[in-house]
């Protein structure tokens, strides 16, 4: 591989050290009606979001359709701008970053989308698409733009002799590959995929994901992966955050949500994925929850999910959980969590 | 092979062998013409399901799983009808309960449509009409095929409703489908299917347009419906989850053949054909932690206009090499394995068990 | 819904008074800008022989020497109160609502438009009615045998229609229809509905049917596309997986979402059209809005040409609401809640 490694610089002396922190993160959408068009309510899309995410980590949300993942996504990347709370990345305060201030932003943190057939542009030769982040900020590869683009899409696993092709040309993989290959062209050191895999075939799919680990390895990459794929996200993640109605609910280590999630809400939600082995049909407890997701424009007060929750008793309509490190490292917002080891089970849960 | 050696091993396959399946397929062909060339969506399949049972068929995007669920239903479009855009030209044989499909008259199956044989489709949204109330919709779909007034379909369409599970369904019933839920709305789907008692159920990627909670809901419905009903069900999906949780028989779909054919239990816990290792490869483990890369399938499904010679999977396929060329030249047909269990592959049994247990298995 | 009209009320209201002002200053305030006096402008309503003391005094009394803003209110002030003009050999009256006053004729415009009015829309409701029901029906047909001869045909006289303008088709229809056959009226005629309804429509039949012409062509070719679009939905497949007989499922599944930008159109043209359908009107001599703005042109009557244009702007401005209104029922999903 020709790509050069990055230069070393004061954030690699902490390897652990945070790179991007989120505190207390609202987003909310107001909703205007009447004659005079007055705002009336507001869908609370994200409502008090905190985490950090390490260097170096792949950082997952996981969350069904609603929960307000993606747009927690467009807010870190500054696509939209919060309605209250603070962002932090690389030491710095970029909540309220005017556009002009925000582009050298977009060097170090890069966005893959869902759909590779809609966000490359038809009439753009592969060439051009992949190296339009260098003419858009300005920047001169050494052994220029040419040399650098066709190292990126070997670095994708594409043919660099590729380079004057339309994206029209590659199947669906290999346009996510050019997309991947956009993004790596500035060396950012933090990408955030929403929903990188979700519209690829699963061979496909595989191909990606491995692609990105080794990338990830290849480039010093942080990972914030925005996914609805529970598989997907165990397999790809160092954490995992459960999102429900705007709010985490868990958060945790992938393996310790994943063998042991504390949250009902979680729970279920594992218990709900069908798993490609027939042998299991018949020996997992499956939890089904009724109803729907209530509106993020009403939600339920206190817990958010005591509405469909087995679990709830009247504190939980009363009385909001907070998102607290009940094992260490494992972070849950609820009154009755499961899975609570035995020696913290006997301290009453908050 | 002759088409009554074929209804010999189809028939042959789950289970009785005696009777006729309830559903069979024998040597089914919808080809396309178009201006690049002739579009071979599906080239030689043929399935037999009995009522009361599933059959999940997998496969890639250009598979031919939908193109195949379609012909069953006739609904593709004949070439003669329209001049500019030639329709499918379908070849084989459908029998359904004994009675021929494809050499029928369109107004023969349309008949059929609806009542003996309906179908759920992936995304709801798109697929219900958004002029019209779901009511509407389902009592229409009712009425086409039972002489009865507007006032009994409506409570007909208000019981399904109910049944499928959707909460006030006298309410509910005046609705349009945009204000419904995505699961509200498949379940309104698969009310509108089975509000005339099909035997046969078709449900196209039923699941994957929903959110997994929804998705675990809406798979426990067609399971209940089904053992109500008694129906027999042909799944249409991508993901091998969702077969496993529900098929009885699976079918793996590739280029436009089957591949692998067999009972779920078969297929899953020995599968045979190296797509279909692939597939299980390519899905992270959701129950443990995994270590391994994932076992993905190099390259890219093939053109349907240029389907490679011999088995159209020996591009893709890592051990393609160990035929002696045969991969490349000859067309593997589907010969049984094991009972209840076919895979159309090249490969020696003693090649498939040691590459099965020694590289396969322990990347899984 | 019920803000949602009122909201939409104010703006109709809004917008035709901004369309009063800009209309206003068209004709009154861009000529001064241009280097026009008062003068000049008064010249046009008094005798060839005029002396410039006579013209001076004619403006004074005119009120043409006021700046124009206080024109224009006094303008808007006659719309509601009515306004009276002293020509020196008598004072005119002009009730309200004053829309203008012709100094010409020496008329008011408003009971003129209402004299006109029934002839307009007896042409636009006729026309409109034919240009819909046989643009939607080839439509229909051609997108169902598309490539088809019947196809490329209507395709054809559709391209022929929207292209030929309708002093030509209207005239050649005349002459041959009417001068030749003699199975249709000749121009000029107009009976009133209210006295015969039979005799109504013989004599509007030639107009109709050359106005509906140019607008079903283009109907036609709307409805087609709507249709190629709709046909493809994901809903028609449903539709027709429920067992419903082709002919239902194109005409109760694939039509109705195929029509939804047929009605925009049809709104807005019917609305056009009802503030004067000028060519018709002179090619068929029908003394309907069209033909009185035609002649007010011509004849440099500023007041009339005001007044048919803000009635032919309240059309608009009324079919867009209705036309906007309508969608709702049309289509649910944009149902107001």
């Not at chain 1, 996914?227 to 165990?234: E, G, I, T």
């Not at chain 2, 494809?102 to 759920?120: D, Q, W």
């Not at chain 2, 890369?293 to 020996?314: D, E, K, Y």
Request: net charge neutral; charged share 20%.
């Amino acid at each position: 591989m020709t790509a050069p490694a990055p230069e070393p610089t004061a954030a690699d002396a902490e390897p652990d050290s945070d790179l991007i922190i989120v505190d207390g993160l609202i987003k909310h959408f107001p909703i205007r009606a009447g004659i005079l068009r007055r705002q009336v309510g507001a869908v609370q899309a994200v409502d008090g979001l905190n985490f950090a995410v390490r260097r170096r980590e792949t950082f997952s949300i996981v969350g069904e359709s609603g929960c307000g993942k993606s747009t927690t996504a467009r807010l870190l990347t500054r696509l939209l701008e919060p309605t209250a709370g603070k962002i932090t990345f690389e030491g710095r305060d970029i909540t309220h970053l005017k556009d002009t201030q925000l582009r050298p932003l977009r060097r170090d943190m890069q966005m893959i989308f869902q759909d590779p057939y809609s966000s490359l542009n038809p009439r753009h030769p592969v060439g051009k698409i992949v190296g339009a982040p260098f003419r858009i900020q300005g920047v001169s590869p050494p052994g220029g733009i040419k040399k650098a683009v066709q190292d990126l899409l070997a670095a994708v696993g594409l043919n660099p002799e590729h380079y004057n092709r339309y994206p029209h040309e590659f199947s669906g993989g290999q346009r996510q590959r050019i997309g991947i290959a956009r993004t790596l062209a500035l060396r950012p050191r933090l990408i955030i995929a929403d929903e990188p895999v979700s519209a690829l075939d699963v061979s496909i799919q595989a191909q990606i994901l491995n692609l990105l680990e080794d990338l990830q390895e290849e480039f010093d990459l942080t990972y914030v992966i925005i996914a609805h794929d529970l598989s997907v996200v165990r397999y790809v993640s160092d954490r995992v955050a459960v999102m429900y109605l705007g709010k985490i609910v868990e958060l945790a280590d992938a393996d310790a949500l994943y063998s042991a999630p504390m949250h009902p809400y979680t729970v279920a939600l594992m218990s709900a994925v069908p798993v490609a082995d027939t042998r299991r049909r018949k020996d997992r407890e499956r939890i089904l929850l009724s109803g729907d997701v209530p509106s993020p424009i009403n939600p339920p007060p206190a817990c958010r999910f005591h509405t469909r929750c087995w679990k709830a008793q009247e504190i939980c309509r009363t009385q909001e959980p907070p998102l607290a490190e009940l094992v260490s490292g494992h972070h849950v917002a609820c009154h009755f969590p499961e899975n609570l080891p035995t020696e913290a089970a006997s301290a009453p849960a908050r | 092979m002759t088409t009554s050696a074929l209804r010999d091993l189809v028939t042959r396959h789950p289970g009785q062998p005696d009777k006729e399946p309830f559903l069979e397929v024998v040597d089914l062909r919808v080809h396309f013409p178009t201006d690049d060339g002739l579009v071979k969506s599906v080239d030689g399949l043929s399935f037999a399901l009995d009522r009361g049972r599933t059959l999940g068929i997998v496969g890639e995007s250009g598979s031919g799983k939908s193109v195949t669920s379609l012909a069953i239903m006739g609904l593709h479009t004949r070439p003669a009808s329209e001049q500019k855009r030639p329709g499918a030209q379908l070849s084989g044989e459908i029998y359904l309960e004994g009675d021929e499909l494809l050499g029928k008259t369109p107004e023969y199956v349309r008949g059929l449509r609806g009542k003996r044989m309906a179908m759920i489709f992936q995304d709801p949204l798109s697929a219900m009409n958004p002029y019209y109330t779901v009511g509407h919709q389902i009592i229409e779909a009712y009425r086409i095929h039972n002489p009865v007034n507007k006032k009994v379909a409506r409570q007909h369409a208000i019981d399904m409703l109910g049944r499928v599970g959707i909460p006030e369904p006298s309410r509910r019933v005046d609705a349009y489908p945009h204000q419904f839920s995505g699961g509200m709305r498949q379940r309104a789907m698969i009310a509108m299917a089975l509000s005339c008692d099909p035997e046969l159920l078709i449900a196209d990627e039923p699941t994957t347009a929903l959110d997994v909670t929804v998705q675990a809901q809406i798979l426990d419905l067609i399971r209940d419906l089904q053992s109500e009903f008694n129906s027999a069900v042909v799944l249409i999906t991508h993901d091998l989850g969702v077969v496993a949780e529900l098929a009885d028989d699976v079918l793996v779909m590739y280029a436009g053949r089957a591949v692998e054919y067999g009972s779920a239990d078969l297929l899953f816990n020995r599968p045979a054909h190296p797509y279909t290792w692939g597939l299980l490869g390519s899905i992270p483990r959701f129950d443990r932690t995994q270590t391994e890369r994932l076992l993905a399938i190099q390259g890219t499904p093939p053109s349907l206009i240029n389907v490679p010679p011999g088995c159209p999977f020996h591009p893709r396929c890592d051990y393609a090499t160990r035929n002696e060329g045969r991969s490349e030249e000859v067309r593997p047909e589907l010969t049984p394995v094991e009972p209840g269990h076919t895979v159309a592959c090249h490969l020696s049994q003693t090649d498939r068990e040691e590459i099965w247990q020694q590289e396969i298995v322990p990347k899984l | 819904m019920f803000a949602y009209i009122v909201r939409r009320l104010l703006w109709a209201v809004l917008l035709l008074i901004v369309l009063s002002m800009v209309t206003f200053s068209i004709f009154y305030l861009i000529p001064r800008l241009a280097g026009a006096s008062p003068e000049t402008l008064a010249a046009r309503y008094v005798g060839r022989a005029a002396t410039p003391e006579t013209v001076h005094l004619t403006a004074e009394r005119l009120g043409l020497l006021d700046p124009v803003p206080v024109q224009y209110w006094n303008w808007i002030k006659g719309v509601f109160t009515g306004a009276e003009y002293d020509y020196g050999a008598g004072v005119e009256t002009c009730p309200a609502p004053c829309f203008g006053y012709s100094f010409i004729t020496r008329q008011a415009v408003w009971p003129e438009l209402l004299d006109r009015a029934p002839v307009t829309i007896s042409l636009v409701v006729g026309a409109s009615l034919i240009w819909l029901i046989a643009g939607v029906t080839v439509g229909v047909i051609s997108a169902l045998r598309r490539g088809t001869v019947f196809d490329r045909g209507a395709m054809g006289v559709a391209l022929a229609g929207v292209s030929l303008p309708i002093f030509f088709t209207g005239l050649v229809a005349l002459a041959f229809f009417s001068y030749r056959l003699g199975i249709t009226a000749p121009g000029g005629q107009f009976v009133p509905f209210s006295e015969n309804p039979a005799l109504w429509a013989y004599s509007l039949l030639l107009p109709w049917i050359t106005l509906s012409f140019l607008f079903a062509a283009q109907y036609a070719r709307l409805t087609r596309a709507g249709m190629l679009e709709t046909m493809s939905e994901d809903y028609i497949r449903t539709a027709r997986a429920k067992g419903l007989a082709e002919r239902k499922v194109i005409l109760k599944h694939a039509l109705r979402g195929a029509l939804t930008p047929v009605v925009t159109i049809f709104g807005l043209d019917v609305g056009l059209l009802l503030g004067g359908a000028v060519l018709t009107e002179k090619t068929f001599s029908l003394n309907g809005l069209g033909k009185y703005g035609y002649d007010a042109i011509v004849q440099g009557d500023l007041p009339k040409i005001l007044g048919v244009t803000l009635v032919a702007g309240f059309f608009v401005i009324i079919a867009n609401l209705i036309v906007d209104l309508l969608y709702g029922v049309i289509d649910p999903r944009v149902r107001l809640e």
